[in-house]
């Protein structure tokens, strides 16, 4: 059986001394007066001084009349709380004997030994927790691309800035155009690149009266102005405006930045914050739908544009899943014969209250809405119906139907197409797909791999509004096209403009060397067709022949023709 042995008041007193002096934390004793009594040596390393130095010195190391102000208050305020109630506590930043600023936790307590009184007292250096907290209330707190404040801050001193205002609040919402284009061309990190150099040409710009410039991240920016007119930030965003039109250089590559820009205020727009912010953004949103590269003010007609729009979406949608877009086609004419050589199916929108609309009321609608590829699929099945019903009917044709880029990448194109074949009994030749200068120039690489598809099956390719865009000479050497059709842009005026009718003969020319087909488009007198037939130009539409008609016209059309051939022969 073990002997328990109590340990000697002298061994405890030793224990507690060696604890007391290897302990982490610091700690120092002093007497009823504050002045230092002794120390650990934990304290002597975190203070910089030694016991020695410190015995019989105040807290504050130096008398009070050589301390600043703000340690002579706090010094007063621990002497006052062990005083009145023997404990004080809180978080000091204390500078050492080396120049050094330390964040410490640092506890006081009273202690009576046989009625002397003693003050207690513990350091804990807590700069490495407070360093950890700034970075993690950094993250929060900021965009870590560009440093700028985030969303959340951008409101909280909005909020703050609305409450406490006696002048007019300014909120400026504003994104960089084509952002999506630029990281798909240049990669993540050159886009990074190139923000990074955008906020820093913004901050130079030194805006007045600027409260927050903010980065709700990628091409989505934020800047809040107060002035005693509102008005006046239209100068700071004329600067902004202008600092856009000085390129970026990034890796050798010559790169333009345009943003679109909202803008809301108090008081005019309403004195909430979640109310400004939806103007700003719709304004935002207006302009962007509007080509971009401006600024927008909200207004009232900004409501009732976006309620269109969302309605307008509705109804396409809806007339989408009913079938409601329905092609009307216009004959192709031999010029020298006026035989009718196909059609060119193109895309109405019988519309159940507002009736019979021509493409400009919802063209821009169905492309803002990414309905494209569902629209042509309509039109090319309804088309590839008709030529069956005419193939069986005798009437052997060909339509031409208008593709776009964005019909071009849709990963069911090439399969939709090839499907129309063995669904309907036609063959590929009598289908013929119509691109335009505008469409190759947008994605000219996977629209070059299509149409190279499209002309292994056996399909006719057309370019279409040749001469309107950038680089027709090149698209007719890169591409595998059947025909050309000459814009109506250089008919117009062919009769009686040397100019067009030099360059309509040139056109023609080269088709011929280049062994392509050439329509002339948007032909509405006689003359226009005389003159072209002179030129060496074979096939023709336009209104002087026909306007677009419906299914049942054209078959009368083609039906009538029929039967003067058989009378002529």
């Known amino acids: 059986m073990s002997i328990f042995t109590p340990i000697t008041e002298l061994i405890k007193q030793q224990l507690l001394t060696q604890l007391c002096e290897n302990l982490e934390d610091a700690i120092f004793i002093l007497d009823a007066n504050l002045r230092y009594m002794s120390v650990n040596a934990t304290y002597e390393i975190m203070i910089g001084y030694h016991e020695a130095f410190l015995v019989g010195r105040p807290l504050g190391i130096y008398a009070a009349e050589f301390l600043a102000e703000k340690e002579r208050i706090i ?38 030994i046989e009625g002397t009184l003693y003050h207690i007292g513990m350091v804990r250096d807590i700069s490495a927790v407070i360093k950890d907290k700034e970075k993690v209330d950094h993250l929060l707190n900021y965009d870590q691309i560009t440093g700028l404040p985030n969303r959340k801050v951008f409101l909280s001193q909005t909020s703050e800035l609305l409450l406490e205002s006696y002048q007019e609040v300014v909120l400026v919402r504003f994104n960089i155009d084509r952002y999506r284009t630029l990281v798909s061309t240049l990669g993540t990190n050159n886009v990074n690149t190139l923000i990074e150099h955008f906020v820093a040409r913004v901050r130079q710009l030194d805006m007045d009266n600027l409260h927050c410039f903010s980065h709700f991240g990628g091409d989505d920016f934020a800047l809040l102005f107060e002035f005693s007119d509102a008005h006046m930030v239209r100068h700071q965003l004329d600067i902004l405006m202008q600092m856009c039109e000085r390129p970026f250089l990034l890796k050798d590559n010559i790169i333009y930045l345009h943003i679109s820009v909202g803008v809301s205020y108090f008081p005019e727009h309403g004195n909430q914050l979640a109310g400004l912010l939806t103007k700003a953004e719709k304004a935002l949103d207006h302009i962007k739908q509007h080509g971009g590269d401006d600024v927008c003010w909200y207004h009232e007609g900004i409501n009732a544009a976006t309620s269109n729009s969302l309605q307008l979406e509705a109804e396409l949608r809806i007339a989408i899943d009913e079938c409601q877009f329905i092609p009307h086609y216009q004959p192709k004419i031999a010029l020298a014969t006026g035989a009718i050589t196909g059609f060119e199916a193109l895309v109405r929108w019988q519309h159940p209250t507002r009736g019979l609309l021509n493409p400009i009321e919802f063209i821009d609608g169905i492309i803002k809405n990414k309905l494209s590829f569902e629209l042509f699929c309509q039109m090319a099945l309804q088309t590839a119906k008709q030529l069956a019903i005419w193939e069986a009917m005798g009437l052997t044709q060909h339509i031409c139907i208008n593709a776009d880029a964005a019909e071009f990448s849709h990963p069911e194109f090439f399969n939709f197409i090839s499907s129309l074949f063995t669904k309907h009994y036609i063959h590929p030749h009598q289908l013929h797909i119509e691109v335009t200068e505008s469409s190759l120039m947008l994605r000219h690489a996977s629209v070059k791999k299509q149409l190279a598809v499209l002309k292994d099956l056996g ?27 000459i814009d109506k842009s250089f008919i117009s005026k062919i009769v009686d403009d040397h100019t067009q009718h030099a360059i309509v003969k040139a056109i023609l020319d080269l088709a011929t060397a280049l062994d392509m087909k050439v329509i002339a488009e948007g032909i509405e007198t006689e003359a226009q067709r005389d003159l072209l037939l002179k030129i060496g130009c074979t096939y023709g539409q336009g209104y002087w022949f026909s306007r677009p008609v419906t299914a049942e016209a054209a078959t009368a059309m083609l039906t009538q023709e029929q039967k003067k051939i058989h009378l002529n022969t």
Request: aromatic letters at 20%; a negative charge; hydrophobic letters at 40%.
């Open 75 to 112: 010094l007063n305020n621990i002497a006052s709380n062990l005083e009145n109630g023997g404990f004080y506590e809180n978080n000091f930043a204390m500078a050492t004997r080396y120049g050094q600023t330390l964040n410490c936790h640092m506890t006081f307590r009273n202690i009576f």
């Open 459 to 485: 399909i006719y390719l057309a370019l279409d509004d040749f001469g309107t865009g950038y680089a027709s000479l090149s698209y007719l050497q890169e591409y595998p096209f059947d025909f050309i059709k």
